[in-house]
């Protein structure tokens, strides 16, 4: 038989490298990243947090993400200035605007009905036309959004969506 008894029950402890870990953090990566980067388990990261600062996770999570937080703001704010996709998507998501007109016009008919949808090119000048136009032919217009999204934000929607809707009749 072998000598088992070398290292039995005695594992090598260990590091963490808390500049790294305040890095992840910022980065705003999960304790299941974080353990997999640091080649061990998540209870091992928690355990030396709390041997080293006395407190959980998750407030220390809470302390180091909020730097990163913070930098995605203002790339987010930086972009918007070239870019009408990103602008739009702060102005609908912190500022409650909607892509939704209300335009009224005469029509024998009391509930709405779709007309059509055109698809356009997801510039200013192309979408705005594509309004313009509904707007000329006594329609509401709703852009419904564009192809091309995904969670990557690097991918930018390619066109734009407009939907054409007749009003409905004004009930005086």
Known sequence: MANRTSNRGHRK?????????????????????????FHCSIDTIVLRIREKFSISFPEYFARHRVGGLISLRRNMFKLSEKSPAMAIFLAKNWLG???VQDIEGTFNQNIQQEIGVKVVNFNTKEVSDAIIEAIKLGLDSTILGGNGHSEDAALLPTQAVIQATAVPESEN
Do not use: G
Request: charge should be negative.
């Open 13 to 37: 402890k260990i590091d963490i490298d808390f500049k790294e870990l305040e890095r992840l953090c910022y980065m705003q990566c999960s304790e299941q990243e974080i353990a997999q980067w």
């Open 97 to 99: 605007m909607k892509d």
